[in-house]
Nanobody, 126 residues
């Protein structure tokens, strides 16, 4: 069973920074891709970023490219999302996700992942 728990959401002013973290519980010896998605009020959930098991394949949505950085620590089973230069349109519930198949980022952009956290709310004020 895969379990994910996000932390780090909150209220921040436009232009500010915030870091999200996600702790992952997976079966022993699993390899898995990790990602972040978000859902703004009244909108569908959308892809933010994905990272392969080795970290060699990283993929970002155009809306966050150059501002957000995804990272992971496999020894600690954690994934982070550093968000800089935040904009009011980044306001959303952010979800951590995992997938044991370790496909490409573009695949997860289009199809999502298999396992999801409950989300953490980020509000960016103007």
């Amino acid at each position: 069973q895969v379990q994910l728990v996000e932390s780090g959401g909150g209220l921040v002013q436009a232009g500010g920074s915030l870091r999200l973290s996600c702790g992952v519980s997976v079966p022993t010896d699993s390899t898995y891709a990790m990602g972040w998605f978000r859902q703004a009020p009244g909108k569908e959930r959308e892809f933010v970023a994905a990272l392969s098991w080795t970290g060699g394949n990283i993929y970002y949505a155009d809306a966050v490219k150059g501002r957000f950085t995804i990272s992971r620590d496999n020894a600690k089973n954690t994934v982070g999302l550093q968000m800089n230069s935040l904009k009011p349109e980044d306001t959303a519930v952010y979800y951590c996700a995992a997938d044991l198949r370790d496909f490409s980022g573009s695949y997860y952009r289009d199809h999502g992942m298999d396992y999801w956290g409950k989300g953490t709310l980020v509000i960016v004020s103007s």
